[in-house]
């Protein structure tokens, strides 16, 4: 089931992990040296958003104590960051042979399912999540 407010296909076109996974396999590591094994993107996935946290915690302390913008680091650096998250885990999701597209279309649908059902933030074994709502 799904409502008005979500739509259930996307139209053909370009498909972002088939880009990053050709550009790796092509021209970053065309011989496949490091980057078979889904530990490798698993822990750079976590190194990256460990970079992204960290321009966050940066920006917001710098601003606590306030210090001007000029020694915070800027929004082209989280952009890039940004960037390396989404490689990182378009390639550990093609390393375990999972389309993210599909993946994350179908998460989207449950979460409509939940909230049409008034279930809003319950998990699939029926229990609130960490935030409590129900
Ligand atoms: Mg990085």
Redesign the pocket.
Known sequence: MSSDRFPVELAPGINLQRVIVDFQWQVYDPERRLTLDPNFWALSLA??AG??ANWHKKHWRDRAEGRGEEFSPSLDELR??L???MICLALLAEAHGIDLTEATLDKLREIDRRIAQGRQGVGRKGTANSSGRR
Do not use: K, N, P
Request: proline share 0%; net charge negative.
């Open positions: 190194g990256e970079e992204v890039s960051e960037g390396d998250v």
